[in-house]
């Protein structure tokens, strides 16, 4: 719901609360405000010209020489490139000097010979979206109309020095939906008065029930229906106010009438539509449920099949209107309209929104339908929008109104005593304070003795239990100052379970590393649902996607993370490392929730080290990414059962990628992104890792030990192995290990070397073995004698010569 201040201040006083002090209260008071947003902020110098003379430009055929008064002792030439400028035009001037939306400054120039002094303005150049911009203005330059004065603020004329409250209302404030609603909340919290208005139209001696009937056949779904007639309306433009605020409120303006019911719409909440009287086919209304299969044009030329689920406006005949959603082609307002039946109705909010959902149109009105709107401005709201017609469009108000059906709402009473308000909030409230909030919030209240009650008005349908004046009151009496207090008796003091606590000590580790967490979305395309996934399976599609790009779960972590580097990298951000921990979704079958298993992932691109003082750089490679994931095996106390196995799965480069293993069992992979997949991407080198953190951290540990420190020195020996180029040197490491048995404490490669002086096929391998004995001081011999153990194995289970 976007809030006109401007606007607002019709209804209740703001003086003294600026725009964004009213947010901060609001926001405080249980009603998010996302944000404040003053157009004018970043304009300056842009006011209203009167085009004196209009010529071609001698040098272009598409630029037009303007004469234009800007209020100053002298007017200006403008060069203008909009069709539609002419003589006698108050268009908005950005003079020499002004300043646009994006920072765009307006300079003297010279265009094709000619000189410039300033710019004649479209709307959109003034911040105005174009979808809000009314069509005639769409493209080319805005006319003011005649009220204007050259010179003056064009900004102000345009109440682009408005500010635009945007609330993020939750489903149960549909209250919030209206202008008028707002001004309530607004000065309950401020403890002012609500200005309302008081529509009275004027009416002709000619009734309009002489004009229309209306029956209702569908009484479950339109318990009432209130028409009102105006005659002889004049269409064309609405007034410049009404335009701005309803641009300002995001609808788009059109005409006087229809402009008039979207103005009541936003003012009071109710939904309005206007029928063209003499189009409509007949002088009888019939709200009746549709056929089905039945066709009906809607106002956007469209066809639609409507189903009997589906609730329509006819003439007795053939349906003029979707309930509730959208009105028909064959019944709209347009240029020729002269005379013009007004609907205010109260509708089922769910048969609205079956409609809705089932032809995708989703508008201002049907969106109020299916929170609710108040029952008592039914009438109220097409008595308002009798009278703008009249005002506005010149029309005549034909005498008292058509009403079809019944609705009687009473108000609501809800009881609460004071202590059970105290004990809910922690409070010390006295019966006046509450009193005095209830009077703030316009609700009627009667006490007796320790118990107050609340006739809650049927615009707060939202209140309905003791709970609900409980929170009404704490948010006006203010959160902030409800007192903090600790609970009482005997309790179990919470804490993270070893799950949490592992999955905390993991992004840690991470974080400490370099990494950033991402957060990505859980939701993606067909194409990439499966990419990198450890585990493939048919991906899980939604029922209803947002877009085509949020159809299906995800099966890995990967691809988002990937986009999220390449997103960075096109921002001039080309070393990033960047880690996440979340769900992904595996098929389990058919209609049989789909198996959810939470992941570790990670991608480094750029840089890993730059220290440029020291003249030290190191780009990240497969044993960076490599060795963060030993790491934090180590950190979490599985180093030695984490083992690595040459793999090359899809989307991973074939020579550059290993397979995660736990105690033998795969858990995840490590490895450079496929070259293909990082050019497609824009991306030079990336380097991932994906593994089953559950797995990871669910694993069977024995207790933490520790050994003392040695006291006996050890002795070290350095061996290089000739083997097949195809043997890896972990399958070397582990022959080693379980050779060398428990004097062998540490092993680990140093070198590995091809080419020159190397039999084609072959390889060099250089391993560094360090042997101790934490009871005594080991012998030369006995070194010796495991050591020859050692190359035995070597040579019988892999092959391996020493390199002479």
Avoid at 296 to 311: G, H, I, K, N, Y
Avoid at 640 to 652: C, M, N, V, W, Y
Wanted: aromatic share 6%; proline share 5%; with cysteine.
């Amino acid at each position: 719901m976007f809030v006109s201040y401007k606007w607002l201040e019709q209804y209740v006083d703001l003086s003294g609360v600026t725009p964004q002090e009213l947010a901060e209260k609001i926001t405080r008071a249980g009603i998010e405000v996302e944000g404040v947003e003053t157009p004018a902020s970043e304009m300056k110098n842009i006011v209203v010209g009167y085009v004196q003379s209009r010529e071609q430009h001698p040098n272009a055929d598409k630029l037009s020489k303007c004469l234009v008064d800007v209020g100053e002792e002298e007017p200006v030439q403008i060069i203008c490139g909009a069709k539609n400028v002419d003589a006698g035009q108050y268009v908005a001037v950005a003079k020499t000097g002004a300043v646009l939306p994006g920072n765009f400054k307006i300079k003297r120039a010279k265009l094709r010979g000619e000189e410039s002094n300033g710019m004649i303005c479209s709307l959109s150049e003034l911040g105005i979206e174009s979808r809000l911009t009314p069509k005639e203005y769409a493209e080319g330059i805005f006319n003011f109309p005649n009220d204007v004065t050259p010179g003056e603020d064009a900004l102000a004329a345009l109440n682009r020095d408005d500010a635009i409250l945007e609330l993020s209302l939750t489903p149960n404030r549909s209250d919030a939906l209206s202008m008028i609603g707002v001004a309530y909340e607004v000065a309950a919290i401020l403890g002012r008065d609500v200005k309302l208005p008081q529509p009275n139209p004027a009416e002709s001696t000619e009734k309009a029930a002489d004009s229309i009937q209306i029956r209702i056949d569908a009484p479950e779904d339109n318990p009432l229906y209130i028409a009102r007639v105006v005659k002889n309306v004049k269409i064309g433009p609405s007034p410049l106010w009404m335009q701005t605020f309803l641009m300002n409120a995001g609808v788009r303006p059109h005409n006087n009438v229809v402009d008039i019911t979207n103005y009541v719409l936003m003012e009071y909440g109710q939904p309005l539509h206007a029928f063209d009287l003499d189009r409509l086919g007949s002088n009888e209304i019939v709200v009746r449920r549709a056929d089905e299969d039945e066709k009906f044009v809607t106002l956007d030329d469209t066809e639609r099949t409507l189903s009997a689920d589906q609730l329509v406006i006819t003439n007795g005949k053939e349906p003029v209107a979707l309930a509730g959603v959208m009105g028909g082609a064959n019944s709209e307002v347009h240029e020729g309209t002269v005379n013009v039946l007004i609907e205010s109705a109260y509708f089922d909010g769910q048969i609205v929104r079956t409609a809705s959902k089932a032809h995708g149109l989703r508008s201002e009105a049907s969106a109020r339908f299916e929170k609710g709107v108040d029952p008592a401005r039914v009438q109220a709201a097409c008595d308002r929008a009798a009278e703008l017609m009249a005002e506005l469009a010149g029309g005549t108000v034909l005498s008292g109104s058509v009403v079809a059906g019944e609705l009687n709402v009473e108000p609501k009473k809800v009881s609460i005593t004071l202590e059970r308000l105290n004990t809910r909030l922690g409070t010390d409230l006295q019966m006046g304070g509450v009193e005095d909030i209830f009077r703030r919030l316009q609700f009627d209240t009667e006490t007796n003795g320790n118990e107050i009650t609340v006739t809650v008005p049927t615009r707060r349908s939202d209140i309905t239990i003791p709970e609900d004046l409980t929170e009404e009151v704490a948010r006006l009496y203010g959160y902030d100052h409800i007192p903090l207090t600790l609970p009482e008796g005997e309790s179990q003091p919470g804490g993270l379970s070893p799950y949490q606590l592992g999955r905390r000590v993991v992004r840690r580790y991470l974080e400490g590393a370099g990494f950033n967490q991402a957060v990505t979305y859980s939701l993606t395309s067909e194409k990439r649902a499966a990419q990198f996934a450890l585990e493939v399976r048919q991906p899980v599609a939604l029922a209803m996607p947002m877009s085509e790009e949020r159809a299906y779960l995800r099966e890995s972590l990967l691809p988002h993370l990937i986009e999220a580097a390449a997103y960075n990298n096109a921002r001039q951000m080309a070393s990033a490392a960047l880690y996440e921990t979340g769900s992904v979704y595996l098929n389990e079958g058919e209609n049989v929730q789909p198996k959810e298993e939470e992941r570790l992932a990670g991608v480094i691109t750029g840089m890993w080290h730059e220290h440029l003082w020291q003249g030290e750089k190191k780009a990240a490679d497969f044993f960076t990414v490599k060795g963060i994931v030993e790491g934090l095996a180590a950190r979490i106390g599985l180093a030695d059962r984490l083992t690595f196995q040459k793999s090359a799965p899809e989307g991973f480069h074939p020579g550059r990628t290993a397979e995660v293993l736990l105690d033998a069992e795969p858990i995840g992979v490590v490895g450079q992104l496929h070259p293909s997949l990082a050019k497609e991407m824009d991306l030079k080198e990336a380097y991932l890792f994906e593994l089953k953190l559950d797995m990871l951290l669910n694993a069977d540990r024995e207790d933490l030990s520790y050994v003392p420190i040695p006291r006996f020195p050890s002795i070290g020996r350095d061996i290089a192995l000739v083997v097949e180029s195809t043997v890896e040197a972990a399958s070397l490491e582990t022959v080693i290990k379980q050779a060398g048995g428990s004097l062998l404490t540490s092993v680990r490669v140093f070198d590995v070397y091809e080419g020159e002086r190397m039999e084609e096929g072959k390889k060099s391998v250089a391993f560094a073995l360090t042997y101790a004995d934490p009871e005594k001081t080991l012998t030369d011999e006995e070194v010796t004698a495991v050591h020859e153990k050692v190359l035995a194995a070597l040579k019988e289970q892999a092959g391996a010569e020493l390199r002479a």
